[in-house]
């Protein structure tokens, strides 16, 4: 079981150039969030929000890990299955850097989900063409995300892991979106020691023991090493 559980969210991508969802010139920036992260949008509009991630598909190719994904890698070659990131992002970048031990809580977009069989598969290419399953044949594959509404993966597993856990440390991330917001409160309640590390007060800043502010790339480096 892991001793530390580290939360990141799109703020730890964000000096690798992936945009956030809710700051200025954020991914929402121009979509409506209903229109592209729910499973009602994607049912009025397939083609669209296929494209939307496709275009955040073929953007993750151009960009790399930062000092901030490598600090935790490195953190893991040391500390082994003692630590465990529980990732909010959908990108590969904390896997790039290294790191073994991610949980993708909302998914993953080099994946691809079945709609007709279930089954999930890797995905690189753009779901607008349309393609079959690689496993039944059906075209009617989504990206292997967790839009509104849904239930995020592996929350069995997380919960478990920050009821063990010595230190909960969140970075990058606005504490706006549930379950994930909670899990300070829940590390907490099992005695976690609880760290904020974040470009600004997140929504949740105050149920954390410390709370400091400053990019992931500077900030994160430093309290791993
Ligand atoms: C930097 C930085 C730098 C910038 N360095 N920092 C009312 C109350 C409570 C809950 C609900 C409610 N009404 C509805 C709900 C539930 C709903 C929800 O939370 N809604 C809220 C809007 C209120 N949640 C759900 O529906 C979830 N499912 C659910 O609850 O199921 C029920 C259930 C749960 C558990 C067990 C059983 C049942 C599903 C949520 C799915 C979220 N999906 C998305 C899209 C994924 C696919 C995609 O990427 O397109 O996930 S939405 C989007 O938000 C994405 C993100 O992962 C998520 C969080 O965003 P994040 O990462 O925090 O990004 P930002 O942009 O918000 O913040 C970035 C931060 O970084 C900022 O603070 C910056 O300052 C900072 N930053 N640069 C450090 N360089």
Redesign the pocket.
């Known amino acids: 079981m892991p001793q530390i559980v580290v939360l990141t969210?799109?703020?730890?991508s964000?000096?690798s150039g992936v945009p956030?969802?809710?700051?200025e010139d954020?991914l929402w920036e121009g979509h409506r969030v209903d229109d592209v992260?729910t499973p009602e949008g994607f049912e009025r509009d397939r083609a669209m929000v296929q494209r939307f991630y496709d275009e955040r598909r073929a953007a993750l190719a151009k960009v790399e890990p930062n000092a901030a994904h490598r600090a935790l890698a490195e953190l893991e070659e040391s500390l082994g299955s003692a630590l465990l990131v529980v990732t909010?992002?959908?990108d590969d970048l904390h896997e790039r850097a290294g790191s073994r031990h991610v949980v993708h809580m909302?998914?993953e977009l080099l994946k691809a989900l079945c709609r007709s069989c279930g089954g999930t598969f890797p995905w690189t290419g753009a779901l607008s063409d349309e393609p079959a399953c690689p496993g039944c044949g059906v075209h009617d594959l989504r990206p292997d995300?967790?839009?509104?509404?849904?239930?995020?993966y592996e929350?069995d597993r997380i919960a478990d892991a920050l009821a063990e856990a010595s230190m909960f440390v969140s970075?990058?991330?606005?504490?706006?979106?549930?379950?994930?917001?909670g899990f300070v409160q829940h590390a907490r309640r099992h005695g976690a020691r609880t760290l904020e590390?974040?470009?600004?007060p997140?929504e949740g800043s105050h149920f954390f023991h410390e709370a400091r502010q400053g990019?992931?790339?500077d900030l994160v480096p430093v309290w791993a090493r």
Request: no cysteine; net charge negative; proline share 4%.
């Open positions: 969210g799109a703020g730890i964000a000096e956030t969802f809710r700051d954020g992260a909010q992002n959908i909302h998914g995300v967790v839009w509104f509404g849904e239930v995020p929350m970075i990058g991330t606005s504490g706006a979106v549930y379950p994930a917001a590390l974040n470009l600004e997140s990019r992931a790339g």
